[in-house]
């Protein structure tokens, strides 16, 4: 027991020198209070049809969201818009169908059905739009990048003037919280770039808070069913653990031993 | 626990028996003598157990709505995600799960480093082992590239190329591997055929596994042989049955937290990025369980000998029953080998760290010694420590210990008297 006590004082050492290592290279992102976060976590339904507002209305001009579908954003758990207006999101979108009975292509309204209609036909094309840079698809973007909500979140608001001496090429941008600082992207949001139509005053942090919210569920669709499954599997374990324990504890005092 | 003896009562299971001596395993299983001090380290084989069975049938259920091609992986990954029923649950069941089952198996492997379970009598299981180990590791490696996210597509390159270190025909095995010139989808699809046939084998294996251990029976905290049965020993049902699972629901727990609230806490946020071959992410790491034959690997600057290093540090261990030369098994009665298993559990932890950390600087340095030390553990510490090691007198039973009473007789014996 002695060996373990001072293998767990080195180890608690040498992992105290090493994070107070790289905390000094670490990002200090914007903070606030996410309402998806811990045991009983759950999404703000305002505030993700307000995301959704922000994503259609300045992200979607760029960003694509394939793995989504119109259907999604009535289900349960998601921004919960009604079957109707999600039907009426849906059909004020174009999309390619067919080839019908002539063998033609035809465009039609898009229906709960479909799949988000993407800003431009392919990747290549989003890149010839976009100074070579392609806006990355949307869909799992908050956990795809480490920082997850937190740098989202950050990322948005993050734009600033370069520091003296900083020389920044042609159609690229200075953001704090980007890697490397550098980000073709230019700040998509500004005050009352867009009106809510809830009344919400429109502030760059409030757009942010939304449209990062409606990403997380975006790539999380099920986070609440996960959320509330995830209590109810646990207390049941812990339930279950504490009978066996006690079961145990009669069955081993049969016997001159302990457990 | 009779097993020789072993009839079934009724005279269908005698008939049954004789052609197919099935009862007589089911009795062995349950009667099968089990020393009583076993501790809590003792209950990872059967949360191991646990852990493949929860792999093969999440795998098989995934496997139905997965599509292993090039264009459609991530999609399909992203389909059982959203639109598949549970399909969240049971992709993150089966990610985690493998993290769990590592975790499972490194506590396993250092209980029998502990404990000098892998000496005489009973090498054959710590060899089968250490063949499921490294089955495992192929496993989960194949299994991480599927999803063919950025992670996928860069771990499986840089793995793959380790094998162009091989002189003359290194080059030409890559190509023979990748079943092209690079990574494809080629690659892919045998990464999932044996990704899916790999389990298959550890199973069979750990049946041996098993088997083979109860030849001799298994070792105990005390490290002494023990007459089976015996007052020292226990049937395994319902003793170990009802401890093994107590333990297991316990490890279920920790599980149930990974799974339902930071289900991606131990994967890599570039795997969410679509595998693209013209982007190399910045770092490259493999999942966490691996992290120290990585650093291993990369502490070495040549890359043939990085491999050989790597290669050699998992197989060190299968003759390891060999190198150790102290026929006292339990750590527990060697006082100095105690010190320097928790030395080596600490250098592999060190190795884990800095295999995350980008190899250059402080942390190659560090890997490098770290990576010297571990292979001096096992080359020259315990050989040596076996010839030079003053070790403590070790008692003659379990119940009946020379040195004024294990924990288990004191308990005993102040049962005893408050009984009086």
């Not at chain 1, 059905?113 to 100074?131: L, R, T, W």
């Not at chain 2, 062995?28 to 809590?40: A, C, F, M, V």
Request: aromatic share 14%; with cysteine.
């Amino acid at each position: 027991m002695n060996a373990f006590i001072k293998f767990c004082l080195i180890i608690s050492l040498i992992i105290s020198i090493f994070s107070q290592s790289i905390a000094a290279e670490k990002v200090d992102y914007l903070k606030t209070d996410w309402s998806f976060k811990g045991l009983f976590g759950k999404f703000d339904r305002a505030s993700l049809q307000r995301g959704y507002q922000v994503y259609t209305e300045v992200c979607a001009a760029c960003h694509s969201m394939k793995y989504l579908s119109y259907r999604n954003l009535s289900e349960k758990g998601g921004p919960e818009f009604s079957v109707e207006q999600a039907k009426a999101i849906a059909a004020s979108f174009e999309v390619v169908d067919g080839p019908n009975a002539d063998g033609e292509m035809f465009t039609r309204p898009a229906k709960l059905s479909d799949k988000f209609v993407m800003p431009y036909e392919n990747e290549k094309a989003a890149q010839a739009a976009n100074g070579g840079a392609y806006p990355p698809d949307m869909s799992v973007l908050v956990k795809a990048r480490g920082g997850g909500v937190d740098y989202i979140y950050s990322l948005l608001q993050g734009y600033e003037t370069a520091p003296a001496g900083m020389i920044l090429d042609e159609g690229v941008h200075y953001n704090k919280y980007m890697y490397g600082n550098k980000i073709k992207m230019s700040a998509p949001l500004s005050d009352g770039i867009i009106e809510y139509g809830d009344g919400t005053t429109a502030s760059v942090e409030q757009m942010s808070k939304d449209v990062t919210t409606f990403l997380m569920w975006a790539a999380e669709p099920h986070l609440e069913a996960r959320h509330r499954m995830g209590f109810k599997a646990i207390i049941y374990l812990i339930i279950l653990t504490t009978l066996v324990y006690f079961s145990m504890k009669k069955i081993w005092s049969r016997i001159e031993s302990e457990v | 626990m009779s097993e020789h003896e072993f009839r079934p009562k009724s005279k269908v299971g005698q008939w049954f028996n004789d052609r197919l001596p099935l009862l007589t395993l089911a009795n062995h299983l349950t009667d099968y003598p089990t020393p009583k001090n076993l501790n809590y380290w003792w209950t990872f084989g059967g949360i191991l157990t646990f852990c493949l069975i929860t792999q093969i049938v999440t795998g098989l259920t995934l496997a139905m709505h997965y599509i292993a091609h090039a264009d459609m992986a991530f999609e399909s990954v992203e389909h059982i995600m959203r639109d598949v029923n549970y399909g969240w649950l049971i992709r993150y069941i089966h990610a985690n799960g493998a993290s769990m089952f590592f975790l499972a198996v490194y506590i396993h492997i250092f209980r029998s480093l502990f404990y000098g379970s892998y000496k005489s009598p009973r090498e054959i299981i710590w060899i089968l082992g250490i063949i499921i180990y490294l089955l495992m590791m192929a496993a989960a490696f194949m299994g991480y590239v599927l999803p063919w996210g950025q992670m996928s597509f860069w771990g499986a390159t840089v793995i793959t190329n380790l094998f162009s270190a091989i002189p003359l025909v290194g080059e030409g095995i890559v190509t023979w591997l990748w079943g092209g010139y690079s990574v494809d989808n080629p690659t892919l699809t045998r990464f999932f055929t044996l990704h899916y046939l790999i389990p298959f084998l550890i199973l069979g294996l750990v049946v041996l596994h098993i088997w083979a251990l109860h030849v001799p029976g298994n070792n105990n905290p005390v490290g002494i042989d023990i007459k089976k049965p015996s007052k020292d020993t226990v049937p395994f049902h319902p003793y170990i049955v009802i401890k093994d699972g107590f333990a297991l629901l316990m490890f279920m727990i920790v599980f149930a937290f990974f799974v339902f609230y930071s289900p991606n806490i131990l994967g890599h946020a570039d795997n969410y990025i679509e595998a693209n071959p013209m982007v190399t992410p910045a770092h490259i790491v493999p999942e966490w369980y691996l992290l120290p034959f990585y650093a291993i690997l990369r502490s070495v600057p040549d890359k043939l000998l990085g491999v050989v290093a790597m290669l050699s540090a998992i197989l060190i261990l299968a003759v390891l029953p060999w190198l150790d030369t102290s026929k006292i098994r339990s750590a527990v009665f060697r006082p100095l080998y105690k010190q320097f298993y928790w030395i080596l559990v600490a250098d592999v932890l060190i190795l884990g760290y800095v295999g995350a950390m980008p190899a250059e600087g402080l942390y190659l340095l560090i890997a490098r010694v770290a990576t010297a030390y571990y292979f001096l553990h096992f080359l020259v510490i315990l050989p040596v420590l076996g010839f030079k090691e003053k070790t403590i007198p070790i008692p003659l039973s379990i119940t009946e210990p020379v040195l004024g009473g294990t924990p288990n007789l004191a308990m005993a014996k102040k049962k005893e008297s408050k009984i009086e």
